[in-house]
């Protein structure tokens, strides 16, 4: 079980911890930027003024970056991607994190629905996903690439810095297991910043913290991720 990312300090900290932070600061400054890049609409001449197609993939380049600390601090301090995280998926990865990615779907449309019968579907904003075919340029290359992104890099990197490096780092400081999988379910709903999404988020971050908790890898809360992520990829297929 991978459990223990090494003790080696950086700046006085966890080095787990530092790769996390630098996961995160470098996603709100990429998303900052590529936020202007694909709402700016000054002319024709403009730079910045990208077609749809590669704007649709450009919204995606935040969370390539939040992969980037995780793996350059492994690389650097720790004891490299396999000893620290388990990435290297075996047949128990791949079942757990299957029962755990259905389970996470199930949760998020109650949690959603239960939002839903409260607040009123008037008050709930829509996943970004929502409006990613309105803007692939009318090809299914893009939305095709899109939907890749978002079942094999967007969990790769989510979890690399979630339920990877932090999830690492409060283990080695013995922080409670309980409490670790609350913290880190805590912080991958406040990463993708939809206030009125923010309780089923955190209770499908529950589920993908529990096949990290049930395995002990992070192959397996990828798999979860990626078996959560399969359906709203295919209906970006439904309303192109």
Known sequence: MVENSGGRRVFGAHWAFVAFFAGVVGYHLVTLVTTAAVNHQTGDDDPLDLPAGPALLLAFLPNLVLGLGPVAGS????????????????WRDIRIGLACGALALV?????????????????????????LPDVSDGS?????????????????????????????ALVHHRVPSWVVLVLTALVFAQLHGESTR????????????????????????????????LPPAVLLFTGH
């Open 75 to 90: 690389l650097r301090f720790g004891a490299g991607l396999e000893r620290d995280f388990g990435l290297r998926a075996t």
């Open 107 to 131: 949760v998020g449309y109650l949690l959603n629905l239960g939002v839903l019968a409260v607040y009123g579907g008037d008050d709930v904003s829509d996943s970004p996903l929502t409006d």
């Open 140 to 168: 299914y290359a893009w939305v095709a690439a899109a939907a890749a992104i978002l079942i094999v890099v967007v969990p790769l990197t989510e979890e690399l810095l979630v339920r990877g490096t932090l999830w690492n």
């Open 198 to 229: 923010m309780i089923a988020l955190f209770g499908q971050g529950l589920v993908l913290g529990l096949a990290r908790y049930r395995s002990g890898r992070t192959a397996a809360s990828m798999v979860a991720h990626a078996a959560n992520n």
